[in-house]
């Protein structure tokens, strides 16, 4: 490497990311929730009643990881699982009012994380930033075989910023 491992990008983003996840970790654990978990939470909060393999896909894990974390999210009084209306054999995971309650402190933390995270960035760094990410994301997905639709949304994210940047 021509500027050393620890100047490397890699390197420099894998650390950011290991720290802003041990520091959701903290604020997660202060409201009584594991990594991970306040992704189901937040996916139920905007589509309810979903079924174990839809949330498995939108959580992007197999079924059996998706159980697990329904089930002890469950025994928190968080979720519940009810049978369907129209098939009693599928079964859909919805939100407690705890469950909501605590979907909206997912919120707070989410904001004060990007509040630390950004200290010290005006505006404009902090679009130039998202941009930038979003095209390491679009490089590593291409690399992963990431689906075109995936890649799409992408470049229409990055269109949005753009098209909101003053000229």
């Known amino acids: 490497m021509k500027d050393g491992f620890e100047k490397s990008i890699s390197h420099r983003l894998h650390h950011a990311a290991r720290l802003q996840r041990a520091l959701a970790a903290r604020r997660l654990h202060d409201i009584g ?13 905007n589509s309810d009643g979903r079924t174990m393999t839809e949330l498995a896909a939108a959580l992007r894990v197999r079924p059996p990881t998706a159980s697990k974390t329904v089930g002890r999210l469950s025994a928190q009084g968080l979720l519940e699982r009810r049978a369907s209306d129209g098939d009693a054999r599928l079964v859909r995971v919805h939100l407690t009012e705890e469950g909501r309650a605590r979907a909206g402190a997912i919120d707070g933390i989410w904001d004060s994380l990007e509040d630390i995270m950004v200290a010290g ?29 995936t890649l799409a949304e992408a470049d ?9 940047e003053p000229a």
Request: hydrophobic share 35%; net charge neutral; glycine share 6%.
């Open 33 to 45: 929730l594991f990594p991970g978990q306040e992704t189901a939470l937040k996916l139920l909060t």
């Open 121 to 149: 960035l005006d505006g404009k760094d902090r679009k130039r930033l998202r941009k930038l990410l979003r095209k390491i994301e679009k490089n590593l997905a291409t690399q992963l075989g990431a689906a075109p639709e």
């Open 156 to 164: 229409a994210d990055d269109e949005a910023e753009t098209a909101e």
